[in-house]
Every structure is written in C-alpha cells, then in structure tokens.
C-alpha cells in the first residue's frame, strides 16, 4: 500500500495543529477542571470548517477525503487539545454526521449536513442501551410505524453529546423477528414530542463532552426521518460508515501520544536526579522507544483504514486491527508517561494525568477491545479456506 502523504496534506496538517494549539490547547486544563462543555472551542472548531470537514460543499463541508479527516483529527489532539472536545467533535461529525451523508435522502442532507457543518446544531449517535452494549443488536427500543410517523419506545444510554444535542442518529428495532436485520435507524431531532435527555453524567475523563441516556415515551417521529430503509439500519452502519468511526474517530488518539510523547522528551530532558536528568537512565529511554514505536504503528494503522476508504475498499479487519492496536496502545502510553512524570503525573494540572484519564475510554467505546479481538477472529477464520 502507498501511503505517501500528499504535500498538500502536511500543509494543511501543519494549519490546523497551529490552530489549535493557539485557540484549543490553552482551554484544555480549565476546561477539564470545570467539567463542562466549551463553546467557546465548539465555535473555534466551526470557524476552522472542521465541523463539518468530508461533506460536499453544497452542503456546507470542506469535501474532505478519509485521510484529510483523519489527519485534521490527529493534528487538533496533538496540539494538546482536549479529549472531551475531540470526543464531542468526533461524535457529532463521525457517528451523526457521516452516516446522514452517506445514507441520507437528499432532503435529509439539504436539511440536516449545513446545520451540522456551521456547528448550529449538535449532532450524537444513540446505540448503546441500559442493557445492550456490546450486544448491540439485543436492543429493546422499538418503532412501530403508524401512518406518516414511527413511534419510538425505549431508552439509549452514554450517548455522548446527549444534553446538548439537537438531533440524533438512533437505532429502533423495527421486526424483532429478524433480529440484527429488523433493526433501523432514526433521525430524531430535539423537541419531537415524547423524546427527552436525562441528565449529564459525571465521567473519569473526556470531562468537556457531555453524556446522558435518551428517552423515547411514544417519541413521535416523521417517517420521512427515517435514515436508509427499513430494518437494514444495522448492515448500512457496519458497510458505510464502520471504516470511518475505526480511522477518524480513533485519529485524536494518535495525536494525543505524539503530544504526550513530547511531554515525557521534554520533561525527562529537564527533571534531574542522581545528578543528571532521568533521560539518561536506560529505564526511561526504553520507556520513550516503545512510545515511540506504539505510535508509529498506530498511525500506519489509521492511514491504512483511511487509504483504503478512499479507493472505497472494505476494511473491515483493518479498521478492527486499528482500533484494537491504536486504543490498547494509548491505555499503555498514558500509563508510561504518568511513570515517566513520577508523583508530577499524579497531579492534575500536567497533560500527562488528563490524558490518562481521557484514553481510558477508548479500550470500552465503540466496540471494546474483547468486541474487536472477536470481529478481527471471525474476519481471518471466515477468509481463510483451507
Ligand atoms: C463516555 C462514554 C461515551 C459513550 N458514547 C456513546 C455514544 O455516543 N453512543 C453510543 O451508542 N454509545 C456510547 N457509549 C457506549 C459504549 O460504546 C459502550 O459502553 C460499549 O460499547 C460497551 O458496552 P457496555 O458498556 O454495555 O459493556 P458490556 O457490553 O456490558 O461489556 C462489559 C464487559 O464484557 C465484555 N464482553 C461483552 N461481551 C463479550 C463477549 N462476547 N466476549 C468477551 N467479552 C465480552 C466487554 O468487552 C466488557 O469488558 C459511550 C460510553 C461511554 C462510557
């Protein structure tokens, strides 16, 4: 595979982590201590034309190929933003966005993508319920079509960008007989009468993106919102849009290594003990190669997912490889630099405690390392005949 990097894509690599190491990084650490979302990087973020990034022009978008996505995602993170933003951001234009562009009608697109791309409006992905998470597609919300509108029933649970969302790409199980092919999917918007939010749940990290469960009490939503056709919500996801979540979504880990690689050469540089800095002890340089090496082969795994995207190949295996390597990876980093901080790492106001805190999620959502060892086993015993 040729994964030569277009110059045009340093250059615009080079812009974006300039923005944001100017706009967004210097919020991470009160941002986090407050716990809340910033509209204040949501807006920088919208003002960049990142909001909305692979969508057509027509409709708002910056006609962003795969890897351009996924390149803008690792440069915002590796300027030190923080992972509740990436997270918000990947929510809204990743698990909400790219699915509507791909699957949507053209009257779902005109209407929803501009709204999105300008960042007036929020966008999340309702999957996981109360009792259903890895095995999503035991799923108990159920729509049952009455007339012009389905009518939802059911709750959906962590649904990241839940308080401050303004519409929803929700999974309803539409013939339980046919079980992961009697499922479909729902935009469902802010204010449609029966669906409300609960509350904003306190996390370990990713504190500036919000979460909540979604409620939908005879949620009364118009059949024109219904997203693809009916019962193939689940196989549309999984072809259209899986690659992009496991390259994309996954791109600000990579950057948050590199950023917090950076963080442990410059501190073992400067931290002394024994009468010399900590970077000349073999410990703490084998600690910075395996860093090093973890990154390395984390990116080369996205770009490979991305690469493939473009020339619209499947990558199914590849992106499950991705998201096992590159998630399992960033658990490890984090761990290493906190090590490599000593009772520094400890304390809150170092990237190096945040980041641990943030990567933490990234080996339980969207599909948990055991979900992807499971995929990737199925994938090679399914293509391998003997
Ligand atoms: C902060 C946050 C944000 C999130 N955002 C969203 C969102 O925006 N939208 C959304 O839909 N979801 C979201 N999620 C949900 C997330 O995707 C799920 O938490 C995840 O898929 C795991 O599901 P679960 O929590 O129900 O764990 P479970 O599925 O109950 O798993 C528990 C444990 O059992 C293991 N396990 C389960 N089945 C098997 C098996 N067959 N073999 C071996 N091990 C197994 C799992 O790997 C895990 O270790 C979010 C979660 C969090 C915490």
């Known amino acids: 595979m040729n994964l030569n990097i277009p110059e045009e894509y340093r250059d615009f690599s080079n812009s974006v982590y300039k923005f944001a190491k100017e706009k967004l990084a210097p919020r991470a650490e009160e941002n986090d201590a407050k716990a809340e979302f910033s509209w204040e990087n949501w807006r920088d973020l919208a003002g960049?034309?990142?909001?909305?990034l692979p969508f057509p022009e027509k409709y708002g978008g910056s006609n962003a190929s795969p890897l351009a996505t996924t390149i803008a995602m690792e440069s915002v993170a590796h300027a030190g933003a923080d992972g509740g933003t990436t997270l918000a951001w990947g929510a809204h234009l990743i698990l909400a966005g790219v699915p509507i562009w791909l699957i949507g009608t053209e009257a779902q697109k005109e209407k929803y993508l501009p709204k999105l791309a300008s960042g007036e409006w929020i966008g999340g992905f309702g999957l996981t319920e109360p009792g259903s998470g890895s095995d999503a597609a035991g799923m108990r919300t159920l729509a049952e079509r009455r007339g012009d509108r389905y009518i939802l029933n059911g709750s959906k649970m962590f649904i990241t960008n839940?308080?401050?969302?303004?519409?929803f790409v929700v999974f309803a199980v539409t013939d339980k007989k046919k079980g992961n092919r009697g499922i479909s999917l729902f935009i469902v918007e802010k204010g449609m009468p029966g669906f409300s939010v609960g509350n904003n749940l306190k996390k370990m990290g990713n504190r500036t993106s919000t979460t909540s469960e979604l409620?939908?009490?005879?949620?009364?939503?118009p059949a024109e919102n219904i997203l693809g056709e009916e019962n193939s919500g689940f196989v549309q996801i999984g072809k259209e849009t899986m690659e992009w979540?496991?390259?994309?979504?996954?791109?600000p880990l990579v950057g948050g290594m590199q950023f917090i690689l950076e963080q442990c050469i410059k501190y073992s540089k400067e931290r002394k003990q024994f009468g010399q800095p900590i970077a000349n002890f073999q410990a703490i340089q084998h600690k910075l190669a395996d860093m090093k090496t973890m990154i390395d082969a984390s990116r080369l795994l996205i770009y490979r997912v991305a690469c493939m995207k473009e020339k619209a190949k499947r990558a199914m295996l590849e992106a499950s490889?991705?998201?096992l390597f590159v998630t399992e990876s960033a658990v490890k980093v984090a761990s290493e630099a906190v090590q490599i901080f000593g009772g520094y790492g400890y304390i809150h106001e170092y990237p190096v405690e945040r980041f641990y805190r943030d990567v933490r999620l990234s080996t339980i959502g969207a599909g948990t390392s055991e979900v992807q060892k499971m995929i990737i086993a199925s994938e090679l015993l399914k293509s391998m005949k003997f």
């Open 48 to 52: 960049m034309g990142l909001l909305g």
């Open 215 to 221: 409620y939908f009490d005879n949620c009364e939503v």
């Open 162 to 167: 839940g308080p401050i969302g303004d519409l």
């Open 245 to 251: 979540e496991r390259s994309c979504m996954i791109a």
């Open 321 to 323: 490889v991705a998201k």
